[in-house]
């Protein structure tokens, strides 16, 4: 693979390694302990420093901040890692915060679009195929599954939990926990219904989506409370499929409940 293109007026600290065919143009900043996988773009005037790892093929648009010392005032100098995937998108003024303490790290998987001023709190994970719109906000601790979105300007409280191919709408306050397959909208956020547009692209077949459906009315819709609710799913009131074992172990898991 070809080398490395930098342009001049970067700095690269000391200690740095930049992978084979990686891009990083005019007055950007690599920190001493980054280390960037191949093919990555980092454009003019980003900065990634910190204990950062990127992996292959990740963009970093200008003015993104990755690996800023955490906001936690807990903080006491370690350097914890940030540990970042293959194709990942950091749109402009985006933010990525390390952990506070160093056995633990800040973590994003593959494929995920991080639009502008997004920012994800330290000690939070991010699956793969995520959609962070323009201000999108993870506080500490938060999880996010696998392919969920996350509407513009809705802010995230630490340690939430945000299901696989859940979807939370614009300006929504998430307090609780949002649970797959679930669109999420609200002062605080509420379900209000499956995230079907997001299930039919990623190729549910329409028997799962309505069992989604089927899930979702029995949990919010139905009268009984939660725990008579999940247990009627656990008791295969709805068949047995693993879509309902996903919801089932995320409700179960919940720390924070789920509204």
């Known amino acids: 693979m070809e080398a490395a293109r930098i342009h001049p007026s970067a700095h690269i600290e000391p200690g740095a390694r ?17 280390v960037t996988g191949a ?8 900065t990634v420093e910190g204990n950062t790892t990127l992996g292959d093929n990740c963009e970093v648009f200008p ?9 936690d005032k807990k903080w006491t100098g370690d350097e914890a890692p940030i540990i970042i995937g293959d194709r990942n998108i950091f749109r402009e003024f985006c933010t990525v915060h390390p952990s506070t303490f160093a056995d633990s790290a800040t973590r994003i998987g593959d494929d995920n679009l991080f639009c502008s001023y997004a920012h994800i709190g330290h000690e939070s994970t991010v699956g793969n195929h995520c959609v962070f719109s323009n201000n999108a906000t993870l506080g500490g601790h938060v999880a996010v599954g696998d392919y969920a979105v996350i509407g513009g300007l809705t802010a995230v409280h630490q340690f939430c939990r945000v299901g696989e191919s859940a979807m939370l709408a614009g300006c929504a306050k998430v307090v609780q926990d949002v649970l797959p397959y679930m669109t999420a909208d609200g002062h605080p956020a509420v379900h209000r219904t499956i995230n079907k547009i997001g299930m039919q692209r ?24 939660h725990g008579q609710s999940l247990e009627d799913l656990k008791s295969g009131a709805l068949g ?20």
């Open 63 to 71: 003015y993104a901040f990755i690996g800023g010392r955490t906001q």
């Open 39 to 46: 093919g990555c773009r980092i454009h003019h005037h980003a």
């Open 18 to 34: 930049i992978g084979p065919g990686t891009e990083i143009g005019p007055f950007a900043y690599i920190g001493p302990r980054v």
């Open 202 to 225: 990623r190729g549910f077949p329409p028997e799962r989506i309505q069992l989604a459906s089927r899930v979702f009315k029995l949990l919010f819709r139905s009268g009984r409370n």
């Open 240 to 259: 047995q499929d693993p879509l309902i074992d996903t919801v089932v172990a995320a409700a179960e898991a919940s720390t924070r409940g789920f509204s």
